[in-house]
Protein backbone atom coordinates (compact mmCIF):
# COMPACT_ATOMS: atom_id res chain seq x y z
CA UNK A 1 0.00 0.00 0.00
CA UNK A 2 1.30 3.46 -0.80
CA UNK A 3 0.52 6.71 0.81
CA UNK A 4 1.57 10.59 -0.56
CA UNK A 5 3.96 11.92 2.16
CA UNK A 6 6.10 14.38 0.33
CA UNK A 7 6.21 14.19 -3.89
CA UNK A 8 9.49 12.66 -4.28
CA UNK A 9 7.51 9.74 -2.87
CA UNK A 10 6.89 8.84 -6.78
CA UNK A 11 9.69 8.85 -9.71
CA UNK A 12 9.64 11.25 -12.01
CA UNK A 13 8.88 8.23 -14.27
CA UNK A 14 6.44 7.87 -11.79
CA UNK A 15 4.88 11.39 -12.25
CA UNK A 16 4.66 11.33 -16.02
CA UNK A 17 2.43 8.27 -15.80
CA UNK A 18 0.37 10.43 -12.81
CA UNK A 19 0.13 13.62 -15.25
CA UNK A 20 -0.66 11.67 -18.30
CA UNK A 21 -3.50 10.20 -16.43
CA UNK A 22 -4.55 13.67 -15.37
CA UNK A 23 -4.40 14.98 -18.88
CA UNK A 24 -6.67 12.34 -20.30
CA UNK A 25 -8.87 12.50 -17.08
CA UNK A 26 -8.95 16.09 -18.03
CA UNK A 27 -10.43 15.43 -22.17
CA UNK A 28 -12.25 12.27 -21.22
CA UNK A 29 -13.81 12.78 -18.53
CA UNK A 30 -16.94 10.34 -18.81
CA UNK A 31 -14.54 7.47 -18.92
CA UNK A 32 -13.35 7.99 -15.55
CA UNK A 33 -17.02 9.17 -13.76
CA UNK A 34 -17.74 5.46 -12.13
CA UNK A 35 -14.11 4.40 -11.64
CA UNK A 36 -14.33 4.85 -7.79
CA UNK A 37 -18.14 3.91 -7.49
CA UNK A 38 -18.35 2.15 -3.76
CA UNK A 39 -15.17 3.88 -2.24
CA UNK A 40 -15.08 6.10 -0.04
CA UNK A 41 -12.34 9.03 0.72
CA UNK A 42 -12.15 10.72 3.62
CA UNK A 43 -11.29 14.39 4.28
CA UNK A 44 -9.60 15.15 8.16
CA UNK A 45 -8.63 18.46 7.67
CA UNK A 46 -7.38 20.07 11.18
CA UNK A 47 -6.91 23.32 9.55
CA UNK A 48 -8.44 25.51 7.56
CA UNK A 49 -8.96 25.17 3.73
CA UNK A 50 -11.10 25.61 1.50
CA UNK A 51 -9.77 24.79 -1.83
CA UNK A 52 -7.40 21.93 -0.77
CA UNK A 53 -10.35 19.81 0.62
CA UNK A 54 -13.24 20.67 -2.05
CA UNK A 55 -10.42 19.96 -4.69
CA UNK A 56 -10.15 15.99 -2.75
CA UNK A 57 -14.18 16.55 -2.27
CA UNK A 58 -14.81 17.41 -5.73
CA UNK A 59 -12.34 14.76 -7.39
CA UNK A 60 -13.71 11.80 -5.79
CA UNK A 61 -16.90 12.82 -6.67
CA UNK A 62 -16.26 13.23 -10.33
CA UNK A 63 -14.97 9.37 -10.34
CA UNK A 64 -18.24 8.36 -8.85
CA UNK A 65 -17.03 7.95 -5.63
CA UNK A 66 -17.93 9.38 -1.53
CA UNK A 67 -16.58 11.41 0.48
CA UNK A 68 -17.25 11.83 4.03
CA UNK A 69 -14.59 13.93 6.86
CA UNK A 70 -14.33 17.22 8.91
CA UNK A 71 -13.06 20.29 8.14
CA UNK A 72 -11.53 21.61 11.35
CA UNK A 73 -10.25 20.10 14.26
CA UNK A 74 -13.07 21.67 17.35
CA UNK A 75 -15.19 19.28 15.46
CA UNK A 76 -13.17 15.72 15.77
CA UNK A 77 -12.44 14.09 18.48
CA UNK A 78 -9.27 15.71 18.55
CA UNK A 79 -10.74 18.22 21.04
CA UNK A 80 -11.65 15.23 22.87
CA UNK A 81 -8.02 14.78 23.10
CA UNK A 82 -7.16 12.02 20.67
CA UNK A 83 -4.31 11.10 19.11
CA UNK A 84 -4.03 11.39 15.48
CA UNK A 85 -2.75 7.92 15.37
CA UNK A 86 -6.29 6.46 16.98
CA UNK A 87 -8.16 8.59 14.73
CA UNK A 88 -6.79 6.81 11.61
CA UNK A 89 -6.75 3.33 12.79
CA UNK A 90 -10.88 4.38 13.17
CA UNK A 91 -11.08 6.22 9.75
CA UNK A 92 -9.87 2.95 8.24
CA UNK A 93 -12.65 1.59 9.26
CA UNK A 94 -14.76 3.73 7.80
CA UNK A 95 -13.12 4.67 4.35
CA UNK A 96 -10.69 3.52 1.60
CA UNK A 97 -8.44 6.52 0.91
CA UNK A 98 -7.84 9.54 3.38
CA UNK A 99 -6.37 13.23 2.76
CA UNK A 100 -5.21 14.65 5.83
CA UNK A 101 -4.42 18.25 6.53
CA UNK A 102 -2.79 19.23 10.31
CA UNK A 103 -1.22 22.20 11.34
CA UNK A 104 2.21 20.08 12.71
CA UNK A 105 4.44 18.97 10.82
CA UNK A 106 4.97 15.13 10.32
CA UNK A 107 1.28 14.48 11.31
CA UNK A 108 0.31 12.72 7.96
CA UNK A 109 3.38 10.56 8.21
CA UNK A 110 2.38 9.67 12.05
CA UNK A 111 -1.07 8.88 10.43
CA UNK A 112 0.65 6.75 7.87
CA UNK A 113 2.41 4.18 9.89
CA UNK A 114 -0.74 3.42 11.74
CA UNK A 115 -2.79 3.43 8.55
CA UNK A 116 -4.46 0.11 6.92
CA UNK A 117 -5.70 2.80 3.65
CA UNK A 118 -3.86 4.96 1.73
CA UNK A 119 -3.18 8.46 3.61
CA UNK A 120 -2.38 11.44 1.57
CA UNK A 121 -0.34 14.46 3.03
CA UNK A 122 -2.96 17.62 2.54
CA UNK A 123 -0.12 20.00 3.83
CA UNK A 124 1.26 19.15 7.25
CA UNK A 125 2.26 22.46 8.99
CA UNK A 126 5.18 24.78 7.51
CA UNK A 127 6.67 21.99 6.07
CA UNK A 128 5.11 20.11 2.55
CA UNK A 129 2.10 20.03 0.74
CA UNK A 130 2.90 17.22 -2.03
CA UNK A 131 -0.60 17.73 -3.72
CA UNK A 132 -0.12 21.17 -4.47
CA UNK A 133 2.91 20.27 -5.54
CA UNK A 134 1.38 18.06 -8.14
CA UNK A 135 -1.09 20.82 -8.89
CA UNK A 136 1.73 23.14 -9.74
CA UNK A 137 3.85 21.05 -11.86
CA UNK A 138 0.97 19.53 -13.79
CA UNK A 139 -0.27 23.16 -14.40
CA UNK A 140 3.44 23.80 -15.96
CA UNK A 141 3.58 20.53 -17.55
CA UNK A 142 0.68 21.14 -19.60
CA UNK A 143 0.79 24.33 -20.65
CA UNK A 144 5.12 24.61 -21.30
CA UNK A 145 5.41 21.13 -22.64
CA UNK A 146 7.79 20.46 -19.97
CA UNK A 147 9.27 20.32 -16.42
CA UNK A 148 13.02 21.21 -17.55
CA UNK A 149 14.97 24.10 -18.78
CA UNK A 150 13.16 26.86 -16.72
CA UNK A 151 14.37 30.26 -14.68
CA UNK A 152 11.46 30.11 -11.82
CA UNK A 153 11.41 32.89 -9.47
CA UNK A 154 9.66 32.01 -6.00
CA UNK A 155 8.33 35.26 -4.77
CA UNK A 156 7.10 36.01 -1.12
CA UNK A 157 6.81 33.76 1.85
CA UNK A 158 9.64 31.78 0.97
CA UNK A 159 9.74 30.60 5.08
CA UNK A 160 6.62 29.81 5.92
CA UNK A 161 5.43 28.69 2.49
CA UNK A 162 5.18 24.78 2.75
CA UNK A 163 3.43 25.02 -1.01
CA UNK A 164 7.33 26.61 -2.27
CA UNK A 165 9.24 24.06 0.11
CA UNK A 166 7.68 20.80 -1.61
CA UNK A 167 7.69 22.69 -5.05
CA UNK A 168 11.48 23.68 -5.20
CA UNK A 169 12.00 20.06 -3.68
CA UNK A 170 9.70 18.89 -6.79
CA UNK A 171 11.70 20.80 -9.62
CA UNK A 172 15.23 20.06 -8.38
CA UNK A 173 14.92 16.97 -9.85
CA UNK A 174 14.62 17.98 -13.31
CA UNK A 175 17.00 19.36 -15.68
CA UNK A 176 18.63 23.52 -16.42
CA UNK A 177 16.17 24.75 -13.31
CA UNK A 178 17.58 27.88 -12.33
CA UNK A 179 15.83 28.87 -8.86
CA UNK A 180 15.64 32.48 -8.17
CA UNK A 181 14.05 33.17 -4.46
CA UNK A 182 12.64 36.86 -4.39
CA UNK A 183 11.64 37.57 -0.60
CA UNK A 184 12.44 39.92 1.90
CA UNK A 185 15.29 38.99 4.21
CA UNK A 186 12.96 37.73 7.41
CA UNK A 187 10.90 35.06 4.98
CA UNK A 188 14.47 33.94 3.35
CA UNK A 189 14.14 29.86 1.98
CA UNK A 190 15.16 28.00 5.06
CA UNK A 191 18.92 26.84 5.12
CA UNK A 192 17.87 22.89 4.86
CA UNK A 193 16.49 23.91 1.34
CA UNK A 194 19.47 26.11 0.56
CA UNK A 195 21.98 23.19 1.83
CA UNK A 196 20.15 20.64 -0.77
CA UNK A 197 20.59 23.01 -4.12
CA UNK A 198 24.35 22.80 -3.05
CA UNK A 199 24.38 19.76 -2.44
CA UNK A 200 23.04 19.03 -5.54
CA UNK A 201 25.28 21.60 -7.64
CA UNK A 202 21.49 23.48 -8.36
CA UNK A 203 22.01 27.04 -9.13
CA UNK A 204 19.87 29.87 -7.20
CA UNK A 205 20.32 33.68 -6.59
CA UNK A 206 18.42 35.00 -3.33
CA UNK A 207 17.17 38.37 -4.02
CA UNK A 208 14.75 41.09 -2.70
CA UNK A 209 13.27 43.39 -5.51
CA UNK A 210 10.94 41.31 -7.72
CA UNK A 211 11.16 44.30 -10.51
CA UNK A 212 14.90 43.27 -10.93
CA UNK A 213 14.86 40.09 -11.68
CA UNK A 214 11.23 39.70 -13.54
CA UNK A 215 12.28 40.14 -16.72
CA UNK A 216 14.62 37.16 -16.49
CA UNK A 217 11.94 34.77 -15.62
CA UNK A 218 10.08 31.44 -17.23
CA UNK A 219 7.84 30.87 -14.40
CA UNK A 220 6.60 33.34 -11.45
CA UNK A 221 5.47 31.35 -8.66
CA UNK A 222 3.79 33.83 -5.94
CA UNK A 223 2.85 33.45 -2.37
CA UNK A 224 1.13 35.09 0.18
CA UNK A 225 2.72 35.98 3.46
CA UNK A 226 1.38 33.33 5.94
CA UNK A 227 0.01 34.92 8.87
CA UNK A 228 -0.83 32.14 10.96
CA UNK A 229 2.64 31.30 11.22
CA UNK A 230 3.96 34.13 12.59
CA UNK A 231 4.93 34.62 16.34
CA UNK A 232 3.64 38.38 16.37
CA UNK A 233 1.25 40.22 14.40
CA UNK A 234 3.43 43.29 13.85
CA UNK A 235 6.21 41.18 12.05
CA UNK A 236 2.73 40.51 9.87
CA UNK A 237 1.81 43.89 8.83
CA UNK A 238 4.89 44.31 8.37
CA UNK A 239 5.81 42.22 5.46
CA UNK A 240 2.45 41.36 4.34
CA UNK A 241 2.60 43.81 1.57
CA UNK A 242 5.91 43.57 0.58
CA UNK A 243 5.06 42.71 -2.78
CA UNK A 244 2.31 43.44 -5.42
CA UNK A 245 2.18 42.07 -8.46
CA UNK A 246 0.69 44.76 -10.72
CA UNK A 247 0.27 45.62 -14.41
CA UNK A 248 3.45 47.35 -14.64
CA UNK A 249 5.59 44.76 -13.00
CA UNK A 250 4.11 42.46 -15.68
CA UNK A 251 4.98 45.05 -18.56
CA UNK A 252 8.61 44.30 -17.21
CA UNK A 253 8.11 40.38 -17.71
CA UNK A 254 8.67 37.99 -21.18
CA UNK A 255 5.07 37.48 -22.85
CA UNK A 256 4.87 33.80 -22.01
CA UNK A 257 5.59 34.02 -18.80
CA UNK A 258 3.36 32.32 -16.29
CA UNK A 259 2.27 33.43 -13.06
CA UNK A 260 0.83 30.65 -10.56
CA UNK A 261 -0.19 31.22 -7.12
CA UNK A 262 -1.25 28.36 -4.90
CA UNK A 263 -4.28 30.80 -3.58
CA UNK A 264 -5.40 31.70 -1.39
CA UNK A 265 -4.57 35.12 -2.70
CA UNK A 266 -4.52 38.00 -0.57
CA UNK A 267 -2.91 41.86 -1.88
CA UNK A 268 0.18 40.02 -3.21
CA UNK A 269 -1.62 40.45 -6.99
CA UNK A 270 -3.05 42.81 -8.17
CA UNK A 271 -7.08 42.09 -9.59
CA UNK A 272 -5.91 44.27 -12.54
CA UNK A 273 -3.22 41.14 -13.55
CA UNK A 274 -6.40 38.46 -13.45
CA UNK A 275 -7.06 39.26 -17.66
CA UNK A 276 -3.44 38.87 -18.51
CA UNK A 277 -3.55 35.50 -20.22
CA UNK A 278 0.15 34.89 -18.94
CA UNK A 279 -1.88 34.63 -14.91
CA UNK A 280 -2.82 31.19 -14.88
CA UNK A 281 -3.84 30.50 -11.09
CA UNK A 282 -7.02 30.00 -11.50
CA UNK A 283 -6.72 27.53 -14.54
CA UNK A 284 -4.40 25.96 -11.78
CA UNK A 285 -7.18 25.04 -9.42
CA UNK A 286 -9.27 22.83 -12.08
CA UNK A 287 -5.90 21.06 -12.79
CA UNK A 288 -5.59 20.54 -9.20
CA UNK A 289 -8.80 18.49 -9.55
CA UNK A 290 -7.55 16.49 -12.64
CA UNK A 291 -4.48 15.59 -10.45
CA UNK A 292 -6.02 14.72 -7.09
CA UNK A 293 -8.52 12.02 -9.42
CA UNK A 294 -5.51 11.11 -10.99
CA UNK A 295 -3.78 10.16 -7.52
CA UNK A 296 -6.87 8.63 -5.79
CA UNK A 297 -7.08 6.22 -8.87
CA UNK A 298 -3.40 5.50 -8.85
CA UNK A 299 -3.05 4.96 -4.75
CA UNK A 300 -6.33 2.65 -4.97
CA UNK A 301 -5.04 0.76 -7.68
CA UNK A 302 -7.58 1.42 -10.09
CA UNK A 303 -5.53 2.07 -13.18
C1 LIG B 1 -1.73 26.77 0.35
C2 LIG B 1 -1.51 26.07 1.69
O1 LIG B 1 -2.46 25.65 2.32
O2 LIG B 1 -0.35 25.94 2.05
N1 LIG B 1 -3.05 26.76 -0.05
C3 LIG B 1 -3.51 25.72 -0.77
O3 LIG B 1 -3.53 24.61 -0.35
N2 LIG B 1 -3.86 25.97 -2.04
C4 LIG B 1 -1.16 28.10 0.28
C5 LIG B 1 -1.54 29.10 1.30
O4 LIG B 1 -2.35 28.83 2.20
O5 LIG B 1 -1.01 30.20 1.19
Request: overall charge negative; aromatic content about 8%.
Amino acid sequence: MRHLMNPLDFTTEELDRLFDLANDIEKNPEKYAKKCKGKKLATCFYEPSTRTRLSFESAMINLGGSVLGFSDAGSSSASKGESVSDTIRVISCFADICAMRHPKEGAAMVAASKSSIPVINAGDGGHQHPTQTLTDLLTIRSLKGRLDHFTIGLCGDLKFGRTVHSLINALSRYEDIHFIFISPEELRVPDYIIEMLKEKNISYEEVIKLEDSISKLDLLYMTRVQRERFFNEEDYVRLKDFYILDKAKMELAKDDMLVLHPLPRVNEISVEVDDDPRAVYFKQVQYGVYVRMALILTLLELV
